[in-house]
T-cell receptor
């Protein structure tokens, strides 16, 4: 079966750095996405990785290792507004998007 | 760019009535749109994939006759929840791909919160 694993919940301090991990087992791979979803709102696109390595975009970076079936989202200089759920999603060989359950990130002052 | 809108933002209806939700791509043409449902504290669940000019592809367990999807133009897809019941109360979110920007990224509408009394 297809499976995406990410921690259910994480807590971090304002101004700090947090890394949210995502591991996947899917039938084929055509890219990995990270989305941010605030409570009661729709997801917003953060990043897309299809090749191994690190993609940096401002305070957010996303890393991919296809051989390990692993990705992480790195958030630097955490702000209170970063409190949200972070969803990892993988596009499989049929270009179907498989969603993780999301990681709820709690930022404390 | 790649803005998707939904209407209405929220709707309350009586059990047994039908509700139509619109999803529009405002600044691009979307040949493919997706409809998701999300229950509280749960991840997104894909309901169906909507392709312009053809019938939608429904996920297993989603009733085609209950959730009617029409993708009549490159900028509009509609989801009609027919004979709604309280268990249909949920957050419905659409997304669309912009083939001119990249073929894989889905851009989401703001969602529609449906409450069936």
């Amino acid at each position: 079966g297809q499976n995406i694993d990410q921690p259910t919940e994480m807590t971090a301090t304002e101004g700090a750095i947090v890394q949210i991990n995502c591991t996947y087992q899917t039938s084929g791979f055509n890219g990995l996405f990270w989305y941010q979803q605030h409570a009661g709102e729709a997801p917003t696109f953060l990043s897309y990785n299809v090749l191994d390595g690190l993609e940096e975009k401002g305070r957010f970076s996303s890393f991919l290792s296809r051989s390990k079936g692993y990705s992480y989202l790195l958030l630097k200089e955490l702000q209170m507004k970063d409190s949200a759920s972070y969803l990892c999603a993988v596009t499989d060989s049929n270009y179907q998007l498989i969603w993780g359950a999301g990681t709820k990130l709690i930022i404390k002052p | 760019g790649a803005v998707v809108s939904q209407h209405p933002s929220w709707v309350i209806c009586k059990s047994g009535t039908s509700v139509k939700i619109e999803c529009r791509s405002l600044d691009f043409q979307a040949t493919t749109m997706f409809w998701y449902r999300q229950f509280p504290k749960q991840s997104l669940m894909l309901m169906a994939t909507s392709n312009e000019g053809s019938k939608a592809t429904y996920e297993q367990g989603v009733e085609k006759d209950k959730f009617l999807i029409n993708h009549a133009s490159l900028t509009l897809s509609t989801l009609t929840v027919t004979s709604a019941h309280p268990e249909d109360s949920s957050f419905y979110i659409c997304s669309a791909r912009d083939p001119q920007r990249d073929s894989d990224t889905q851009y989401f509408g703001p969602g529609t919160r449906l409450t069936v009394l």
